[in-house]
């Protein structure tokens, strides 16, 4: 570098340096881009292969279409292979295994003219054949070791079936557990949200793709799906551009920064305009606010559905806008494939911007190592020793337990006690495999997960008798089998009965408008509780649901979601105690469906709660409070917060402040809790959620045993849109609260200073 080119760049560092150290004294912070260091020779590489090829074969590597191996939306082409072979096809969607993949990806290489690779992508979202707990289960862990483990796990095992590209994960927060969706992300919390997108990120991708045992990550769906209206899958989304940012945005972010090479835009529209179509979105703040590198992929014909949407009059002005807007590749629509070539020789559509597609697609086909060997993840052999491995079988009965969740637990009903003699297992999800595995569950097979009459017979079946019977079915009227089930139950020291929804009750296009236990379950379990017998409900489903009979009136509660190939034996290691419950719930959990959205960052408003007064914020038949808060899970063993204390009474921007709290084991078991840190701003230039996550830390600790657990806070953790669109911390009073959930009551007030 010459000396004027030096002085040069050292000017623009000093004023960037002056910059931050004035944003950071006046509590202004910015969502830094990601730094991103291109490869010089890959660079080179996609700029020669661009320049050899014609509008056609460019279009084509911005096409992607599903194979007729798995149906995963309304639309299948015929004719698939043939677009394969005249170039205008650059990846496939459902199609895997290292077998087929290789098939395909020879016509790629060795029949059309430029031999470029196909990319596989499919939807791995919570496991390829080893099937984990849904993602929103699995997120009740907060537990980022095991989530990012079995995100590893399936990110290997789809890359050894000939993948290269898993669409997840998720990271809709979703606040309306009517939407179906909420099963396949991590709830309701941006922070919690964010930190789990950038576990599974990693997962997925692992340390490089140099060995070819991970795929990309693709984060979805971007942007602001989970509020869809009414919880009603694809409907309208509308909100402002500040809650868009504070509340939905961060976990896009996270994934972003934790490297993410792909996004996914959504099926809804976004203050008017579909997010397919949305330049605010994918090209404001995706590429230019966060600098993100990678390609964006439509949704399921989402570029078509601009033309239902109302926002323009046909395929062709679809894929005008879409382009323009920011997306590189069309998911099955075939309106790229139909227009884009005409829109660029018609001049609608600069070329320039096709062919940063294109480069945008090719890096990562590079990165990939495709070009040297397009074979490399499509090894039959590889494939063969490595799926549902013992060990990724224990990584998943690890999670699985994790993401129990213990939501009541009357007089110790659990763990079973030694003593127990007779165990009557009953209910529709007692010897049940095929709804186990949950919505999205890519090639897993449910005969090969463990049911929870397995699982109870291996655990237990040596010293104790088990008798099974039925009862109902999960979404019939037919009560004839209460009988028999009774009659087991009569006979039983303990009650287990496993209730909950279809697998397919949840995930897309599966919203419901009641949030009950469907069927005649819960008369069933009425019945069982009228014998008088402790009764565990062993609850199985996909989204929060409204229990609050069985909640009061159970005598203990596991909400264990969907939990897949080795549900059986993690509920049973929770029901004997070998493992001692630690999971937290990650989205409230609603009284009823008319509280319905009910989250614990809601707004104070001017007239908040007052038992006193008639004027205040409330309904007249049901309390504002949900049946379980956000963050709540019980243990075998209690555990006490005391202490709660900061480094100093206020802080400055630029400074930390260390809050301490000192955590008990007060029982008799040693157990996990997950401590959690909330904040309030109590005045700001705009309203604040009367709480909101800040941190928290999963903590092993042995029966009597106490921790001084310490978290650290700077302004940044502080910070919110304000009026002005800015994201600032603003001087003030802050409450802190530290807890095992949301309701958290031990508190001390900070103030940040300007
Ligand atoms: C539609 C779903 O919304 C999306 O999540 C999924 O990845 C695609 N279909 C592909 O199956």
Known sequence: MNAKKYLKLGALLGIAYLLNSFAVQSGLFTDAPRPVKLNDRIEHKVDSLLALMTIEEKVGQMTLFTSDWDVTGPTLRAGYKDDIKKGRVG???????????????????????????????????????????????????????????????????????????????????????????????????????????????????????????AVLACAKHYAAYGAAQAGRDYHTVDMSERVLRDVYLPPFKAAADAGAWTFMTSFNELDGVPATGNKFLLTDILRNEWGFPGFVVTDYTSINEMVPHGIVANEKDAGELSVLAGVDMDMQGAVYYAHLANLVKEGRVPESIVDNCVRRILRIKFMLGLFENPYRFSDTDREKRTIMAPAHLETARDVSRKSIVLLKNEKNTLPLSKSTKSIALIGPLADNKSELIGSWSAAGDSKQCVSLLEGVRTRFGTTTKINYAKGCDINKSDKSGFKAALAVAKSADVILVAVGEEAGMSGEAASRSSLGLPGVQEDLVRDLVATGKPVVVVLMNG?????????????????????????????????????????????????????????????NTGRPFDANSKYTSKYLDTPNTPQYPFGFGLSYTTFSYSGLKTSASSFRYGETLEVRVTLKNTGSRDGEEVAQLYVRDLVGSVTRPVRELKGFQKVFLKAGESKELVFQLTAKDLAFYNQKMRFRAEAGDFDLFAGGDSDAKLSVRVQLLE
Do not use: C
């Not at 719930?585 to 614990?600: A, D, E, H, I, K």
């Open 91 to 213: 990846a496939i969607f459902n199609a895997h295994t290292a077998a087929f993949t290789r098939d395909l990806q020879r016509i790629a290489v060795e029949e059309t003219r430029l031999g470029i690779p196909l990319l596989f992508g499919y939807d791995v979202i919570h496991g390829y054949k080893t099937i984990f707990p849904i993602p929103l289960g699995e997120s009740a862990s907060w537990d980022m070791p095991a989530i990012e483990a079995s995100a590893r796990v399936a990110g290997l095992e789809a890359a050894v079936s000939g993948l290269h590209w898993t669409f997840a994960p998720m990271v809709d927060i979703a606040r309306d557990p009517r939407w179906g969706r909420v099963a396949e992300g991590a709830g309701e919390d941006p922070y919690l949200g964010s930190v789990i997108a950038a576990a599974r990120v990693k997962g997925f991708q692992g340390k490089d793709f140099d060995n070819a045992d």
């Open 543 to 603: 989204r929060p649901l409204a229990i609050p009979w069985i909640a009061d009136n159970a005598s203990a509660i596991l909400e264990t979601w969907f939990l897949g190939t080795q549900a059986g034996n993690a509920i049973a290691d929770v029901l004997a105690g070998d493992y001692n419950p630690s999971g937290k719930l990650p989205m409230t959990f609603p009284r009823n469906v008319g509280q319905v959205p009910v989250f614990y960052s809601m707004k």
